[in-house]
């Protein structure tokens, strides 16, 4: 079905796509088994293809939920546990500790983010294309057993911390490799792609020459400008090729149980597991399942995963009780990593037909709470984490101001260090705010603040990713302030 049929669904796409720049968008509502697709600009410029069902497009970190389905499908088969020590599994090169105190890190731990493996794994090429995790053209892509000849680090104890990471994901493609005996391509090939029906999708590049392939587009003063290719070598994090074709079947499948009409990838439970809490610093944040971000539309269950790379965003979309899928897959999207997830998930509400979450004005301040939440809080972890750093800066700043509290963000951009203002969310939580992001267009986001019990700190959780800042001490908050 096209979306032109359906003249609501067509308006909000086509006033979303006037809102920001691309060169080529796919936007794919699955329903019933059925997906109503809109296709918008050019897949390549200079050769006149524009964007249909069959165009080829990277969708980066979405590859992570295909590499989690493979794992998952290897614990069915009783061949892992989820809760055993990765290094049981992964034969090409070791998890590297840096405190022998640390417990093992486990598959869940891997699926999670909260290994404890960091953002980066070679600190020293942390400033090159995508942080050292790709080659040039015509560069093979180095093997894992290569790329971590010295061990993959391990930072912080596993289990204690959310670091987005796609070295863990790496690892657990390479575990599905070892533990299966054939190549992540391969088994993914024979185990998901084929069973689903997905047959243009592909872990390994397709020729440049195809003729369905999309190139990928950075906008620049004086026009589009096609972006140099790279290959990734974290290939289970962030290498899958595919079609919006594929992927309307794909969440089909995901819709259902793990089947669609071409065949079966999991079982049902397994795959209900995966969208469950499997992480969470904080019961009033959605947090992480397997693989899966979570998250709430007006009390409907969400998952989700974007996936960014040089020239390419994308986004999937799930409300598994509501039988509702959305994907977004554009290529030459000026800032699109920001303001695809917001213009997605604020599509997805009017699709459910419900209120997206705003600014509450009607909820009144307990000021008996500020002494509590004022301070510095600090984001634990390397400085090359650079995505989550990127966000936070050098920490964050809880003050008052004007007799209101403000989040200040220690980062050079003057909105952020000028503050952005708590407003209460709950008139039962004094400890849960929202703040305003409506202008990098970013909707709104939930803050909540809690005493951690194994420290006794305050803690400031992250509804938008399951990231955790602790309040820091008296001789950090002199040192930030002198």
Known sequence: ???????????????????????????????????????????DIAAHRPVTEDTVFRIASITKTFTAIAVMQLWERGLIDLDGPASDYLRAYRLAPTDPRFGPVTIRHLLTHTSGIGETAHPLRVLGPNFGESVAPGTPVPSLSEYYRRGLRVGAEPGTRWTYTNHGFATLGQIVADVSGTTLADYLREHIFVPLGMTATTLTPPSSASLDRA????????????????????????????????????????????????????????????????????????????????????????????????????????????????????????????????????????????????????????????????????????????????????GVEVRIRGGLPVLRVLTPIPAL???????????????????????????????????????????????LTPLTLRKSGPRWRRRAIG
């Open 417 to 463: 260090l000028h503050g952005l203002r708590l407003y209460p969310d709950d008139p039962d939580d004094p400890l849960a705010f929202r703040i305003d992001l409506n202008r990098w267009g970013l909707g709104t986001g939930r803050i909540v603040f809690a005493r951690e019990m194994r420290t006794g700190r305050m803690a400031m959780h992250f509804d």
């Open 1 to 43: 079905m096209d979306v032109a049929e359906d003249t609501e669904l067509a308006v909000r796409i086509a006033a979303m796509l006037n809102r920001h720049a691309v060169v080529g968008a796919a936007v794919g509502v699955v329903r019933a088994g059925r997906m109503e697709f809109a296709g918008h600009g050019w897949a």
């Open 215 to 394: 190139t990928g587009y950075t906008l620049r003063a004086h026009g589009p400008e096609a972006v140099t290719h790279r290959e990734m070598i974290t290939v289970g994090a962030a290498s899958i090729y595919s079609t919006p074709r594929d992927m309307g079947r794909y969440l089909t499948a995901l819709l259902d149980g793990g089947r669609n009409e071409f065949g079966m990838v999991l079982e049902p439970d397994t795959l209900a597991a995966m969208f469950a809490p499997q992480y969470q610093p904080d019961p009033r944040i959605p947090g992480m399942g397997l693989g899966f971000f979570r998250g709430s539309a007006a009390g409907h269950r969400v998952v989700e995963h974007q996936g960014i790379l040089p020239g390419f965003n994308s986004q999937i979309w799930l409300a598994p009780d509501d039988g509702l899928g959305l994907m977004m897959l554009v290529t030459g999207g000026h800032q699109g990593m920001l303001w695809l997830p917001a213009e997605t998930s604020s599509l997805l509400h009017g699709l459910l037909g419900v209120a997206e979450p705003a600014i509450r004005h009607d909820v009144a301040h307990q000021a008996q709470t500020w002494s509590e939440i004022c301070g510095y809080y600090a984001l634990p972890g390397s400085l090359t984490d650079v995505r989550a750093r990127s966000m936070i800066g050098a």
